[in-house]
């Protein structure tokens, strides 16, 4: 919101200071001021020019060339605008003064140019580009200005006032602060000045001649309506001072009429709204709106409205959305000479959510919905009639102040105890000085004993914004000044906070993963869209979706991380051949209960140009889920294939593991070559590894088993068989672990071989088996026994055993 | 006899101290002690010499054949050792090819400065809490003291998730804040409390250099009976400050958060130019940080704890603009791209 200090020192004499200076101060103490504009310095060169030629541009077709005058000379400049034409007063910005280009990044010195060999001096300025209400026809049009060639911009304009704007959103608590007067209090207790009374002067008559009638039907949306008849009016242009006013702090101006309901807005922050009173048949009633009522809108929307809407209508129709807009119908235009003003308050929530699904967002909007003082109106209407009749001689006032009110005027009172004021702020306020700040704010103290300081809240704080003592505190605080208080370490706990295990576990993986096994980690979006779940052929219904999604590819919740990750794959393998990724996050399953399942997953990929790849993927992510895996000591992991099902997994290469309940703890896999394609990842081979991190970390983690070292040798032999192709190694290792469960210490595979010099259908498996007893050397026929009971055992599998005689 | 093996011995050692090869130390080895070595003749002479001559003279020689292989042996060593050195620094060795590279992975950049601000919690005696990334509106809103059709819904635009609804809990949403985390922990542990809560948030807003809607949230919660806004400046000064391994200022001024009654936001002051004012800071010498407050009675109510008896703050800050300014990453949108180029060049 943009405010002007001109207009703050009409109501209390703020010291004078950099316009800094007082942006920070006012940041500290009450809300955020994003920017400080002093206007005479952002218009330094900057003049009213008037074109007195156009020509296009000898080399540019979408330039043209002008000569405009700034008084004492006629100088060429360059334009891109469409909009200028001759006889036409803009804003010229002359060498040497700061413009911000296309309205976009920072202030940039202007220097004498030649724009495709055309010489320039200075330039034509759009809005944007010097901080000006933008004109979407391009260039600002000043020729309503009616002023001399050559005028400085800032005189013309009648800007010599330093703006204050102030981040909106910092003011979302803060009613009395949108509009100048409530600036100015803020202001004033800051500076400890002091804020002149709002004063106005205006009569009503004595006696009704108006019949203006007023009926509020909901008093719970409307709980204050007053309304005044006015005739005699003459619409014309604004003064000069009211359209400047309006201006500086980013205004529109329209006609008379409409300034002055703007200017008393801006002052008071009371929105507030004059209707043609000739086209408002019989009087004002406040009501819900009929099923499919319509409306048209001053800003030309077709409304079509619920019974929700709160509107103003006549005895016929609707002339108003309440609080948010007017109708075009009852707009006070050129013809207009009588008024029917109206200044009311209105129910915050239902303005708030007839804006939003109407999709109207006005100044009215923006100030009902934070939920305003429902004394405000009257004081806001003496204000508007006063200016009308100082804008209109000849107007007369025809009414009553007719005035509905339907609200509660009895005081909301709070009580403090400034022990535990101070002790929540960790400073010591001294009592006088919370009594000084609580009384430069407008709070009326009550009673003052003790500790104990019963407050009186004035109505403007009242509606929403000061109920507690705590918020009390708020004011307390940031008046003695938050840079005030000395930061102080609490006292440490004597408790040392609960371990959380599973957090630490997965920092744990994070450093299995990519410090010891070489991945690497990415974050992907918690999303996905229909295509993926087409292409990886998930179940659609086990999917959360997004209402209000971004992009057609971020519909629905994930229940697999895979794939995202497989775009991953498809962005880097063209500078990568081969790829080690995972990414570790939730998924989102959807189990027919009001909160879904939302677990932690683990997701690991191998990817690898086939071209220049000539391992087994699907080992090299075993290889890597078994290392992971060994870390938390889950030894007794059961492998088993193909019992679940996974869509995108390859049908035969797949397996997965199982703990000693029978939960799935992880599974490997390569990519099911069709999904593979549906990702244009063909010619990648690509294994992957998904571990239900949830689950894995339930069983929480157990401390490494040691053994003492045996002090005795050990024996190694090794074993060759040519066997079945479809006797599985597994099979083949447990067969050997059979023989002596107690000596064999480790079975290394080293050699799997299948092709020339072994028949079809067969394949050649060597093993290093390792023997140990903790208590003696091995004898050789110890050796020797186990090794023909591993014969035995491998030709009963229908096993070859190679090399033997 | 005595004084020829004397001259002898002399003779040999002369020779090996002057021999300056492996091969000229075989010729010497060869003329003492070969098959008709100087040496061995006397030895084979020996049986010659009277009884008398021969206890002298039998020893004598043996110990000069003795002193003179060892002395042999030594020389023979050391001239090896500097024929080896000799070879070695011949050979052609260039150490500027490429090790033979071991892979090594990396850790996305966020994970890294979320573990660093959990261990700095952690050492303050912060617990650290978990909670869903997906959350119901009670959660997100109604018990932060932020009823529907409140202005302050605007302040985070949501993603809405659809076909769900609950009597209490209204619909389901995309967390907006890990804030919950604050109702959660509170409803489950109640007070005192001293917890983090590091997450992933969403906002329903486009993407650009400086904007994301999936991002990182660390939640803070210190709830106990004297708690002040004096102790959460402390704590965030002292995280900063490690967090930065310099002395870091930290700064409050007012801010609004419907869930915090004083509601603040902290800024602290510029790494790059210590508060003097840069363009980093915009010229202010601060950098806005979080926003944070004391938690309201509302939302203590929520979360079950008596307010008369308990008070405390809260706050909650972006990960993402750490990483940045840490590492002058220039584009938030880096962090979710997958880009390995990217991700690479974290280390740590």
Redesign the interface.
Known sequence: MKISLKWLREFTDIPEMEPEELGKIFTLRTAEVEHVIDQKKSFENMVIGKVESVEKHPDADKLIVTKTNISDKTVQIVCGAPNVKENMLVPIALPGSYVRWHGEGDLIKLEKAKIRGVESFGMICAGEEIGLEPDPEGIVDLSHLNVEAGTPLAEALGMDDIIIDIDNKSLTHRPDLWGHYGIAREMAAIFKTELKPFKTNVSYPAADESELKIEVKNPDLCPRYTGVKITDVKIESSPKWLQQRLLSIGHGTYNNIVDATNLVMEELGQPLHAFDAAKIKGGIVVRRANKDEKMTALDGTETKLQNENLVIADYEKPVALAGIIGGEHSKVDESTTELILEAANFAPANVRRTSTELGIRTDSVQRFEKSLDPNLPSKAMDRLCELILKLCPGAKIVSTKKDVKNFDESPTLVTIDLNRINSKIGADVPKEQVIDILTRLEFSIIKNDSNLVSVEVPSFRATKDVSLEDDLTEEIARLYGYENIEPVLPDQPIKIPEENIERKLKHYARQILSKGLGFNEVYQYSFYGKQDIENCLLPEELHIKVDNYLSEDQTHMRISLIPNLLKVVGKNISFEDKINIYEIGHTYEDLQEYFPKEEKKICGIIAANAKKYRGTPFYEAKGALESLLSFYNFDDLELRKGESLCTYAHPNKYGAYYDKQGTEIARVFELHPLVAKKYNLDKVKIAAFEVNFTALAANGWADSNYEPVSKYPSITFDVSVVIDKQVEVGQIMDQIKKSDRELIKEIVLFDLYEGENIPVNKKSCAFTITLQANDRTLKDEEMKRIQQDIFDRLQKLGGEIRGLK | MEKELNKLQKDALNDISVADSINILQDIEVKYIGRKGLINEILKGLKDLPDQEKKIIGPLSNKVKQEFISALEKKKNHLEAVEIEKQLKDEIFDITVPGNA???????P??QIQ?EC?NIF?Q???????G???E?EYYNFEGLNIP?????R??QDT??????H?EK?GG?V?RTQTSPVQIRTMEKYGA?L??IAPG?T?R?E?TDASHE??FNQIEGL?I?K??????L???M??FLTRLFRKEVK???????F?FV?????LDFSCLLCNGKGCSACKR?GWIEFMGCG?V??NVLKAGGVNSNKY?GWAFGFGLERLAMMRYGIEDIRH???????F??QFKL
Not at chain 2, 124 to 130: E, Y
Not at chain 2, 148 to 152: G, K, L, R, S
Not at chain 2, 226 to 231: P, R
């Open positions: 071991r892979p090594i992975g990396t850790i996305h966020l994970s573990f959990e952690n303050m005696g912060f617990a650290v809490m978990d869903p990334e997906i119901s529907a059709d409140h202005p302050a605007d302040m993603f809405f998730l659809s076909d769900k609950e809990h389901l995309l005192p001293r917890v992933r969403f329903n486009a809607h999936t210190m106990d004297n708690i002040s806004l004096a102790n400046k402390g704590v000064m002292e930290v700064r409050f001024r007012p801010g609004y419907p009654e004083p509601g603040l936001e202010t004391m309201h009675p008070q962090f979710n791209s997958g880009d390995l180029r991700l690479k």
